[in-house]
Structures are given as C-alpha cells and as structure tokens.
C-alpha cells in the first residue's frame, strides 16, 4: 500500500504520523511539501514582535525519521485524482489513497497597494521580516487590517493588535500612536460570544479602535490611505495585512475544488474521488482555517485509512468538529478558546482565561507536538 500526503502542515505531519504508528514498515507513507521545514502560526507572532528567533521556531523536515514514512522537498505541479498520480519537480508518484493537506495559499497582490506600502504577517516570510523593520518604526497611526474571507486563524488579528499595543508600549511609544483593527467578522470570535466580549473589553481599555463588518479592498501608496470596502478610507503609517487566501492553484486545476476549496465529506474527509481524502484549509468542510481543526480532521482520516487498509468493516470514528484554540492577550496572558462546528447547527464555544497559567499550557502544546511528530523535544523560553 502507497499512500501520497501532500503537504506537511498540521494535517499532513498528523496525519503521516499516525499512519506511521499504525503501520510502520508494512505501509509506504510518502509526505511532500515545498518548504523545508515547519513553523507554528502563533510562532510567526513570537518572531515578529521579538519575543522568539526565527531559529528558535523552525523545525526541519530532515528531521523526520518514522518508520515508513519518507519526506521529500519538491514542488507538485499537477495532481490527477482519478489516476491518483501526481507530477513534481522530483519526478512522479502514485498512490493507492491520497491526502491533500496543501493548505491555503496567500496571495498579497490580489490587494492593490499591499506588496507597495503595506506588510502582510500571515506568510513566514512576512512575518519574520517584520522583525527587523518593526524596530524601525517611530510610532504613528497603526493599522492592522483584513483584505477578504474566509482566512485562517480569525483570532490573530485580534492577537496581533493586542501585541502590537504591547510592543508599542514597551518601546515608550504607544502615547503617540493609534492603532486600529478592521476585520469583516460582526465579532472578533463569532462563534464565542464570551471570547469576543473578552477581546472588545481588552480592546477598549488598550485603546485599540475596532472597526467591524468591513475589509481592506485596497491601499493608495501616495496617500498611505487604506480604502475600506464601505467606502470609508484610513490613512496610516503602518499598515499590517491579512492577504487574500485562495486554494492553490495545482489543486484548482486538479479538478477537486468546487467554489473555491475542496469539498469533502464532513464526517469522514473524503472527497468525491474514491480514496482520495482532504483536510485542514484546502477543504470547506465549515470549520475555521485552523492548525488545530486540521489536526483534528488529519487524525479522523487516517482512522478513516487504516480501517481501509485493513479491511476492518467497523465503522471508525467521524470528525465531531471540535476545536482549542489560544488567544494571546499580551504580557504573557493568554485564553483556551473550546469552538464545536456541528454540520446543521450554530457553532458553539467557550472562554477560559486569560492566565499565565494557560499561556504555558499553549507552550506545551507546541512542545508536545514536535515532540510527537519529530521525535525530539522542543525546549521553549
């Protein structure tokens, strides 16, 4: 049995992890993904405001080394789900199943004025090159603004102008700055009543100006004025963005998007195409663009896999939709946020916090997942 993982973010590195430990040897698990390593979300945010080094945060695919599974570093350049072969800049592969876990791809250009005069911090690239530029910055008007639905992790920026506010104010210049935050979204964290309420008190006592139910359609690099989809214009000294995210173009032409992303069955991962599944942000399957639901749709398809390639007629288990985000506050404060995304029924979710107590219960949630998906510990300040 050949089974192809296309793409090692969370679903693909949970995903080539469990089958490994289910099948070792006995099945060949083939993980491919451009990028050389892995970084968390919330690490970018660590990087960029000066809180991590970018090395501290990176992890090396080299490092993987499970039984039976290999990864190799490559581009895929065209996917037929039918054939179940791909096409790569290392050659081609097929597959007895295929597992599309190629993410969302983000493209800042599709906003005019972004790449000229504004900053996105959603790429690894963007966000570790804010760190050499926010020190730069003398104060001004701040603007942490989102160009289009849906896009992943709806907290971070929430999380990010909480931050900002921290690293302004520990810099002595917050007094002389204003910082802004515009998103589409009626709240910060919709389907969690109590977290959006914890979030526009914290933005009320930082002073951070809340701008809902819009997004940023463009920016005019000669006035440095952010234009908002209800017509209203921002002008700013900083401007930070959340890119358009859209499904990647190999899997636009693979023929397993329909509106936009990858349909699948919300129960079981699976796509039109017979054993051919797909997880975490390339998919619609209704819940946020999230490492955590990735990981948690990533461990009910390879359940979904091994019961296939065993042969076992028990029914294995479905996805429940269920997810745990953290949510950083700044000054070391963070909250657990619980959502659960029910087909047919109005998400639904809680707030704990926040604490320092759960600001380190997220660093062993980092840690315990390099811990179980490179075999090695991650030793976080």
Request: glycine share 10%; charged share 20%.
């Amino acid at each position: 049995m050949n089974i192809l993982v296309l793409g090692a973010g969370f679903g693909g590195l949970e995903i080539s992890t469990r089958l490994s430990d289910e099948f070792g040897e006995d099945v060949a698990v083939t993980l491919i993904d451009r990028s050389d390593g892995f970084v968390f979300g919330f690490s970018k945010l660590d990087v960029m405001f000066g809180k991590a080094l970018p090395s501290e945060v990176f992890h090396p695919y080299r490092d993987l080394d499970k039984p039976g599974l290999r990864f190799i570093q490559t581009t895929i350049r065209s996917i037929d789900p039918v054939k179940k072969r791909i096409e790569t800049d290392a050659g081609s592969f097929d597959a007895d199943i295929i597992v599309v876990a190629l993410g969302a791809d983000l493209d800042a250009s599709a906003t005019p004025g972004l790449e000229d005069t504004g900053h996105e911090f959603y790429t690894v690239q963007g966000a570790f090159a804010l760190r050499e530029l926010l020190p730069r910055f003398d104060g001004g008007r701040v603007i942490v603004g989102v160009t289009s639905t849906p896009f992943k992790c709806p907290p971070a920026p929430s999380e990010t102008a909480l931050l900002m506010h921290e690293y302004l104010r520990g810099r002595g210049i917050r007094a002389g700055s204003t910082l802004s935050l515009v998103m589409p979204l009626g709240a910060p964290i919709p389907p969690s009543p109590p977290a959006s309420r914890a979030l526009l008190a914290a933005f009320a006592e930082r002073d951070i100006d809340w701008h809902p139910g819009r997004f940023v359609e463009g920016l005019d690099p000669a006035r440095k004025t952010a234009i908002l989809s209800d017509g209203s214009e921002m002008p700013f000294d900083l401007f930070l963005g959340v890119p358009v995210h859209k499904v990647p173009a190999v899997v636009e032409q693979s023929g397993l998007a329909v509106d936009g992303w990858v349909p699948v069955n919300s129960l079981t991962l699976e796509t039109m195409f017979p054993d051919v599944y797909a997880v975490g942000d390339v998919t619609s399957v209704g819940t946020p663009k999230a490492g955590v639901f990735s990981e948690g749709q990533a461990a009910v398809a390879a359940q979904q896999i091994i019961s296939r390639v065993r042969n076992d007629d028990s029914a294995p288990p479905t996805y429940d939709g269920r997810g745990v985000c953290y949510l950083e506050f700044g000054d070391d404060m963070v909250a657990r946020v619980e959502v659960t995304f029910l087909s047919g029924q109005a998400p639904v979710g809680g707030l704990e916090g926040p604490s320092p107590g759960i600001a380190a219960d997220k660093r062993e949630f980092g840690s315990s997942r390099i811990l179980r998906w490179f075999d090695r510990p991650w030793v976080q300040d």
